[in-house]
């Protein structure tokens, strides 16, 4: 089994619509993919119905920006309740916090880029969770850089002027919203030197304190030793320990399957979820499932 639990769709920040998120899973040879856009379940409906109809198993997750002490990190809920009104709330304040902020960086940057607001909005679907990157992909397009990567070296990164901060939750806040919406929370990436958002011990086992039950440990941006890391906060306190490719399309070079969870690890997973029924599982001769139903608590 082939299992991708992080992605991301043109309903946040990645290049590919939902259906064809998922059909480029199973173009890479996945059995199981989930998607998991910033703030917002509005791309799993579709994503569900084409996995359905090309037999790929599909998981829906959300991705939430937490900040603490003025470090940012990120909290993965899997199979959570969407109409949860608790965390429904939240990811509405996210998201406005995010257009609002985005606005404002647009206003900054305009002076010495000749950006416009007008310039982001085509690069935004319609109701999608609005980001950085399509700023990034806004100055590609009028000129002003040659792809994501520059954009964000050279406008849009914590350190430049043109940056505004955005509402972001508190992280062990955050868990007790996933939980409470029935899902499972996941700390993604947390010791990635890359994007200069290494989590804090102390930070980490608070999480674990609220009840954090997994922690993302095979991702690119976390070299072996971030990697080793994660793992021993793994056995230390009994933590489904997952692999994910962070897949965005083309605005990163992040590949489809290039980390992946273990299948006990992953059932583990979806045993503990008591929120969403959206989860799709088809039989796999190699996998542990009955045709036609799903593992036991979805």
Known sequence: MRIDLHTHSLESDGTQTPRDVVLSARQAGLDVVALTDHDTTGGW??????AREIGIGFVPGIEISCEIDHRSLHLLGYLIDPADTGLAQELTKARDSRESRAHRMVERLSADTGLQWAD????VTAGATIGRPHIADALVDIGRVCDRAEAFDKYLHPGTKYHVGHYAVDPVRGVELVLAAGGVPVLAHPFSHVTGRVVADSTVEAMVE?????????HRDQGEQARAHAEQFARRYGLIRTGSSDYHGAGKPNLLGENTT?????????ARATGSTQVFLPSRRRGPWVAGESPEGT
């Open 45 to 50: 409906e579709q994503a569900l119905a084409t």
């Open 120 to 123: 982001v909005e085509k690069r």
């Open 210 to 218: 609220a009840g954090l039950m997994g922690i993302e440990v095979d």
């Open 262 to 270: 273990a299948p006990d690890q992953f059932e583990q997973l979806v």
